[in-house]
């Protein structure tokens, strides 16, 4: 397990070894004009994961883009986190999940 503490709120411990082989996995899907619109610090944030951006889970140019995250999130500060790149922004929603596959996971839901 990785620990990242990101802006002094968020403590995430994460399998990186199981995020990157399940990313490896994926097919690219993302739309590559919705790609175009995230800012670099979420990408840069999501390459710590192991999270290919232009392989989400699921992938609704309405909605977003869905990564899914092996390990657990903790913060005092709520569920949303905001990126922002030139003429770009992004707002992420951490969501608490059921285990997949037995181990403790959470959702990254990406909207621009």
Not at 49 to 60: A, H, L, R, S, T
């Amino acid at each position: 397990m990785k620990r990242i503490e990101f802006e002094n709120d968020w403590v995430f411990d994460i399998d990186v070894e199981s995020i990157k082989d399940y990313y490896g996995k994926q097919k690219d899907c993302a739309d590559k004009q919705y790609i175009k619109r995230l800012p670099d610090s979420l990408k840069d944030f999501l390459a710590q994961f192991g999270i290919d951006y232009e392989k989400p889970c699921v992938n609704n140019k309405d909605i977003g883009l869905t990564f899914y995250v092996y390990g657990t999130a903790y913060t005092t500060i709520g569920f949303e986190l905001d990126f922002y790149g030139e003429n770009q922004f992004a707002s992420i929603v951490i969501e608490r999940d059921e285990p997949l596959c037995d181990n403790p996971s959470f959702t990254i839901w990406i909207f621009c």
